[in-house]
């Protein structure tokens, strides 16, 4: 019997910090290093990771390295979007933290679904014509052995990181970047529209690569996990799951992807907290052939701070801003 533990976890702006910032990295470390420990997990999936420079070296995971000594991730594999120089992005990278093989792994962004466009109505000037609407960060995807002695035996993992809710800029439209106060209510609603058809363009393409796999693969294993930036009945997740009761097309059962965060109680059931309320934001969703092999879910949220003052006051907390969410598997 071989056991995974696979978990998503939102770092929050993952980074190094200047000698005088509070808090600092070390600080943060020594709060969330027992956080890493007590997920156990086999395969990690970590989002908001940033990249740090030393002279005459590529931009690396020197941070999340640090995090990481000590526990039973430390020397694990990072695998990481990066831009075309083969180094990782500055800010906000995905990463799969593992010490199973992968044996391949890619990042997308607009492969499998064309770039949107639109024409910003409230735009300073209007724009004369429609626009890119760039997507900041690509999906990642790897293939891992969980058992190397039965060859095949493979785990589809992608990690996502869709866009957040906060409207996405536009130009002339914002008096006040740092407190974000938007010059009228009708661009701060186009704002939003943007920041919508981004996170759906991103859920759509995570949707065509997994219908992509189980084409050419009908048994493939698949989870999608993350922070989605959605809850559970929003439209991203929804176009991500592919139900039935949505697609009206019974022939599509084998496709459809279950939230694991279903088997845990209501009350428990969030992963953001913001202006007294938990929201589910961070999702785990697999392929039904993996329920026969699923053994419980934690959402560790005990002490998970309410995003809402930070910004209120500006004062950092040293944990993420998201709570972690793992998932336990045995196969035979």
Wanted: proline letters at 7%; aromatic letters at 6%.
């Amino acid at each position: 019997m071989t056991q995974i533990r696979i978990a998503t976890f939102n770092l929050e702006n993952f980074d190094e910090t200047a000698p005088t910032a509070h808090p600092s990295l070390a600080e943060r470390i020594t709060l969330m290093k027992p956080q890493i420990r007590r997920l156990r997990a086999d395969i990690a999936c970590f989002q908001e990771v940033h990249g740090q420079e030393r002279p005459g070296q590529p931009r690396a995971l020197l941070a999340l390295k640090e995090l990481l000594a000590g526990t039973n991730l430390d020397g694990a594999e990072l695998i990481s979007t990066k831009p075309e120089n083969d180094a990782v992005f500055d800010q906000r990278n995905l990463v799969i933290a593992t010490h199973l093989p992968v044996i391949k792994h890619q990042q997308l962004k607009n492969d499998l679904v064309a770039e949107p466009r639109y024409q910003r109505l409230t735009a300073i000037p209007p724009d004369p014509e429609p626009v890119s609407i760039g997507i900041e960060r690509p999906i990642l995807h790897a293939q891992i052995d969980i058992d190397h002695t039965e060859p095949g035996r493979l785990l589809h993992i992608i990690t996502v990181h869709l866009k957040s809710k906060i409207p996405s800029e536009i130009p002339g439209q914002v008096s006040d970047p740092k407190k974000g106060i938007w010059r009228t209510a009708d661009a701060w609603a186009e704002g939003s529209f943007l920041s919508s058809m981004k996170r759906m363009s991103q859920a759509l393409e995570v949707r065509r690569l997994v219908d992509q796999i189980l084409k050419e693969d009908p048994d493939a294993r698949i989870i999608v996990a993350g922070d989605f930036n959605a809850e559970p009945g929003e439209v991203p997740v929804l176009a991500i799951c592919g139900n039935v009761e949505d697609t009206n097309n019974r022939d599509l059962a084998t496709h459809v992807l279950v939230p694991i965060e279903h088997t845990i109680p209501n009350e428990a059931r969030y992963t953001f907290f913001h202006h007294g309320r938990g929201q589910m934001l961070d999702h785990m969703l697999v392929t039904r052939n993996l329920l026969a092999h699923y053994r419980g879910s934690e959402i560790h949220n005990e002490v998970l701070h309410d995003d809402s003052l930070a910004f209120a006051t500006d004062d950092k907390y040293p944990e993420s801003d998201h709570a972690p969410v793992v998932a336990t598997f045995d196969f035979d």
